[in-house]
């Protein structure tokens, strides 16, 4: 299957810093990309979709100045959380979608542990 | 709104055993449908597609899809301790903008 990588792997920052995770195609290029957060044992949580070249879509509920996406060429997607706090402490996982041989299946990158002191 | 149900579980299976994962879609324009397995800390990886009403068969997993009842489920031969995780049913529509996830099952193969 397609390749999506995600980095950093886990991140430990203080209160009020920012943390970029990037989100990058590596065998397909994605037009749409997409952002969740899942909290333990809970299920995935869409927060936006990224499009190449415009704005993103952001969930209702979802702080759009606070996770800033930015979607600049057709193999990466970064999701910013702009003066992080404790509560945004969370698992963070992109995925991609590759449209080759028909369907629209999704591949996910390996998550992003945050956790904000 | 369109919805993916699954039973959350868990589901207990001895090694061996087939485990049957079960899931239903509320939308009929449904066109593509995927299982996912999710283990504990890690993000999901995708373990098998279906896009045609019928079985689809791939190693020890089988998926099967009847779009007039709603309802994909996903079959586990020969059930390990090593599939024991979280399965996630997810649905997507041709040209769709979204997929749609379920809440996920879990699944415990015991030894």
């Known amino acids: 299957g397609a390749v999506v990588s995600q980095h950093p792997s886990r991140v430990i920052c203080k209160s009020g810093t920012s943390v970029k995770i990037e989100c990058r195609s590596l065998?397909?290029?994605?037009?749409?990309m997409f952002w969740y957060r899942q909290f333990p044992k809970k299920s995935l949580m869409l927060m936006a979709t990224?499009?190449?070249?415009?704005?993103?879509?952001?969930e209702q509920g979802v702080e759009k100045d606070k996770f800033l996406i930015n979607h600049a060429s057709l193999t990466l997607s970064t999701l910013t959380v702009t003066s992080a706090h404790p509560e945004d402490s969370s698992f963070y996982i992109c995925?991609?979608?590759?449209?080759?041989?028909?369907?629209?299946?999704?591949?996910f990158g390996s998550g992003t542990q945050l956790s904000v002191l | 709104q369109k919805e993916v149900e699954q039973n959350s579980g868990p589901l207990s299976v001895p090694e061996g055993a087939i485990a049957s994962l079960n899931c239903t879609y509320s939308?009929?324009?449904?066109?593509?449908f995927f299982w996912y397995r999710q283990y504990s800390g890690k993000s999901p990886e995708l373990i098998m597609f279906?896009?045609?009403?019928g079985d689809k068969e791939d190693g020890r997993f089988t998926a099967q899809l009847n779009k007039a009842s709603q309802y994909v489920s996903l079959l586990i031969r020969d059930s390990q301790p090593s599939d024991s995780a979280t399965y996630l049913c997810?649905?997507?529509?041709?040209?769709?903008?979204?997929?749609?996830f379920g809440a996920g099952t879990r699944l415990f193969v015991k030894a």
């Open positions: 939308d009929r324009g449904s066109q593509s």
């Open positions: 065998d397909f290029q994605a037009t749409t």
């Open positions: 997810a649905v997507s529509y041709t040209g769709g903008f979204k997929t749609i």
């Open positions: 990224s499009n190449e070249g415009s704005k993103a879509t952001y």
């Open positions: 995925s991609a979608r590759d449209q080759e041989g028909g369907g629209e299946k999704l591949f």
């Open positions: 279906i896009y045609s009403n």
